[in-house]
């Protein structure tokens, strides 16, 4: 399986995937990555782990359109079979999500149709999760349509809400399952999950 990986900052869940496929625990190739931040921690990693990698944005591609067919390009030419998006913040747009239908992946840090949408990213997903008293929170990788959040979900586990956590505490351990829990999900498309 050929993985692109898009990211915006630090690209954590990438680097624990490229890890595992190192290890021999994913029979899967990373093939490159695409950050829309310049100083995204993520490419500079990405180079340095020998990675392709590209910095493509509205600055460097002011018209949407011609973003959306660099992105595009830039996995195709590259073979890419699954988008992974490790904290990208940005909507991919119809161009890319038409070559890569049912291929591109998000992982979310709460159990979706909850605590999603635009905006609901970070930090504010987990205040979001106390403000509401909920016991149980989790993590949700998911197809990626043109809406935040929104599409098919392909998988979730659950991470529990402990007395005194605050949104920092459970944002650390919704963030330690993450990782692992994305890396489980690609083992599971590599061993023949169906995706659509």
């Known amino acids: 399986m050929i993985i692109g990986f898009m990211a915006s900052h630090n690209g954590s869940s990438a680097r624990a995937i490229v890890d595992a496929i190192n290890d021999g625990r994913l029979a899967a190739k990373g093939a490159c990555l695409i950050s829309n931040n310049s100083n995204a921690y993520?490419?500079?990693?990405?180079?340095?782990v020998g990675l392709p990698a590209y910095y493509l944005s509205s600055n460097t591609h002011p018209q949407p359109e011609l973003l959306d067919a660099a992105i595009c390009h830039t996995l195709q030419k590259h073979g890419v079979e699954i988008v992974v998006l490790s904290g990208y913040m940005r909507k991919l747009g119809a161009q890319t999500l038409a070559a890569f239908h049912n291929r591109i992946l998000n992982v979310h840090p709460s159990l979706l149709p909850k605590h999603g949408g635009?905006?609901?990213?970070g930090i504010r997903v987990h205040q979001s999760v106390l403000a509401e008293g909920e016991e149980t929170t989790g993590i949700t990788v998911h197809l990626v349509d043109e809406h935040y959040?929104?599409?098919?979900?392909v998988a979730q586990c659950q991470v529990p809400v402990l007395s005194g956590d605050t949104e920092h505490t459970l944002q650390a351990r919704v963030q330690a399952r993450e990782k692992e829990f994305y890396i489980e999900v690609l083992q599971s498309i590599v061993a023949g999950k169906e995706l659509d």
Request: glycine fraction near 12%.
């Open 42 to 48: 993520a490419l500079q990693w990405a180079k340095e």
């Open 118 to 121: 635009q905006g609901m990213y």
């Open 149 to 153: 959040d929104h599409g098919k979900i």
